[in-house]
């Protein structure tokens, strides 16, 4: 589906992405994660066949995006990072023209976008200008225009992003069903339970370069430890007390309201911080998520 | 993207019918008075009560029997000019910077030749529209002589446009801010309208201003279309006229492309 080989992306003297390995399979569900600046969006736009790659190889659907661009993005779905919505139209006509680019007959174009329009639940604003929706709701109007084309490939940069709860569930249940009919997802994410419910595979970038790669689960088994024992004392103290902690865990990190101790045994360590007579105000054992695998690989917390 | 081919795929073309029908049937309203009735006060203003007061043969006035059959041609060219230039100008920035429409467009099949193509068509369109109906109107007046001549200077007019549509657009998709636009009107449109001949003979100017306003396309466009309606054509002059716009055109329309590939791309 996508093959990227030292594919690299350079702004004048910026480099925001510098040199990544990527492949995803037909079928799968592929996530981008990594703090600001990354070189996510960077990438996914190369992907889309919108944007020359500086450098590397870029092979979509086994062909060229240099030469075979308009082919490619016919048969892809894309949801960039900012809404490119036309506000001057009105919530339907935006689905029906985008439909008409794709060459798709006007009465198909037409069922299709009602179709659309009820899976994003919007049918009832099928009439409203776009200027006049919500945040969230332009979001589900362009994931809604993504797909207007059935597409093979779907893109999605931060999809959720702005969405309610319920939206986001509704949204990872209808991407559920495309990638049940086959359709390969690639999409990036701020929202550590989102790529882990979404992602096969995954990657982490960070500073235009992967840090690492793997199953959601085989990453937290790589870079984490099972359990973490998050303890919260007063404003300010972290710090202080970090290093009379040290020695209990694998590893600590220090947050600003919080301590996270790395560890087997959430439980054990935490007894035995109660042991050195320390009385956190509140405490949390849980499992390591992909969140302490981003904390660990890049220093920073996913949403920042 | 990358290989930027000024070409354009008319059946990508063709599937921006909806998306541009969309746009004409929300803001033709909003067009028509600058459209078709602005022209019209013009006509009454310059060409009939101004006129009135004009009193010169035939060889001052370009063989044209009154003022009003001189001003005529003359102010449906400029008008010409005026509508390409209003389609180009804002819409163009809107566009790329308040609606970000072309991203969206140029994330599809269509290629960035296809969409710039598809707004010059427009151009057309709205040119077309506009003028003909400027003519046609205008022909009741009893100014023009020649019904073929007539018929020919429509197909002037969508040049003139065009001659001016492609440069501008290139302009607009260059363009940070919109402040770049009072630039053009202040210092290009507004002076090329007052002294490309719309008005009164270039003979009229000194000799050096004279030979600027004859470098101007708007002045071969409003010479072409007076020859032509007033039946007086010079046949090599005429095909100057032809050529300087299909030139300025085609070159506009390049660096249209050229500017808004660059543009978008990121
Ligand atoms: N069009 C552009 N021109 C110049 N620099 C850019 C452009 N787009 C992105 N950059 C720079 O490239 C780097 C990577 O940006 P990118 O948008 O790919 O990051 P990201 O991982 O998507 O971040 P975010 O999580 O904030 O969306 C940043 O330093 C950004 O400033
Ligand atoms: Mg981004």
């Known amino acids: ?304 | 993207m990358s290989t930027i081919s000024p070409l354009p795929s008319w059946t990508m073309v063709w599937r921006q019918t909806d998306y541009w029908t969309t746009v004409y049937k929300r803001t033709w309203k909003g067009t028509a008075i600058t459209s078709f009735v602005m022209p019209l006060f013009y006509v009454g203003a310059m060409g009939v009560l101004l006129g009135g007061f004009i009193d010169s043969g035939d060889a001052q006035l370009e063989g044209a029997a009154s003022y009003l059959a001189f001003v005529a041609p003359g102010l449906v060219a400029a008008h010409a000019m005026q509508t390409a230039t209003g389609e180009v100008t804002w819409p163009v920035m809107g566009m790329i910077k308040w609606h970000r429409t072309y991203y969206g467009m140029t994330a599809t099949p269509l290629a960035v030749a296809d969409v710039v193509a598809a707004h010059l068509m427009f151009v057309v369109f709205r040119v077309a529209t506009s003028c003909g109906v400027f003519l046609v109107v205008m022909s009741f007046f009893g100014v023009f002589e020649s019904v073929a001549g007539v018929l020919v200077a429509f197909f002037v007019q969508v040049l003139i446009g065009m001659s001016f549509a492609g440069i501008f657009f290139a302009y607009a998709a260059t363009l940070k801010s919109e402040a770049g636009f009072a630039v053009i009107y202040r210092l290009l449109v507004m002076p090329l309208f007052l002294f490309s001949g719309a008005f009164f003979p270039v003979a009229n100017l000194s000799a050096p201003l004279e030979l600027l306003a004859k470098l101007t396309p708007l002045w071969h466009g409003v010479d072409l279309t007076r020859m032509l309606v007033l039946d007086r054509v010079d046949g090599p002059l005429a095909l100057v006229h032809v050529a300087y716009l299909v030139v300025l055109s085609a070159v506009g329309w390049w660096l249209a492309v050229w500017r808004l590939d660059k543009r978008l791309e990121v």
């Not at chain 1, 931060?158 to 709860?165: A, I, M, N, R, Y």
């Not at chain 1, 790529?195 to 982490?204: I, T």
């Open chain 1, 1 to 304: 589906m996508i093959r990227a080989t030292g594919l690299r992306k350079k702004y004048g003297d910026l480099e925001a992405v510098r040199g990544i390995d990527v492949e995803v399979r037909p079928g799968e569900s592929f996530g981008f994660l990594g703090p600001n600046g990354a070189g996510k969006s960077s990438t996914m736009r190369m992907i889309a066949a919108v944007s020359p790659p500086s450098g590397g190889e870029l092979s979509i659907l086994g062909m060229d995006p240099a030469v075979d661009g308009p082919s490619i993005r016919a048969r892809i779905g894309v949801c960039p990072q900012e809404d490119t919505l036309d506000n001057e139209l009105n919530v339907r006509d935006n689905l029906v023209v985008y439909g008409r680019y794709f060459g798709i007959p006007k009465a198909e174009v037409s069922s299709r976008a009602d179709e659309l329009l009820a899976f994003v639940q919007l049918t009832d604003k099928a009439k409203a200008k776009v200027e006049d929706l919500s945040g969230g709701m332009k979001r589900r109007l362009t994931i809604a225009r993504s797909l207007v084309n059935n597409p093979d490939l779907l893109l999605l940069d931060e999809p959720t992003t702005g969405l309610d709860p319920q939206a986001r569930h509704l949204l990872w249940d209808r991407l559920f069903r495309l990638k049940q009919q086959g359709v390969t997802l690639v999409l990036t994410t701020h929202y550590m339970d989102e790529a882990e419910q979404l992602c096969d595979r995954l990657v982490v970038m960070d500073g235009g370069l992967i840090v690492a790669e793997g199953s959601p689960l085989s990453l937290i088994q790589q870079h984490s430890t099972r359990e973490v024992a998050e303890l919260r004392f007063g404003v300010g103290e972290h710090e202080s007390l970090a290093t009379k902690v040290e020695d209990l865990a694998e590893r600590v990190e220090v947050l600003p309201d919080r301590l996270l101790l790395y560890t087997s045994d959430g439980e054990a360590t935490l007894a035995k911080v109660h042991e050195r007579g320390l009385d956190p105000v509140a405490v949390l054992v849980r499992r390591s998520t992909l969140e302490d695998v981003f904390l660990r690989l890049t220093g920073r917390t996913l949403v920042d």
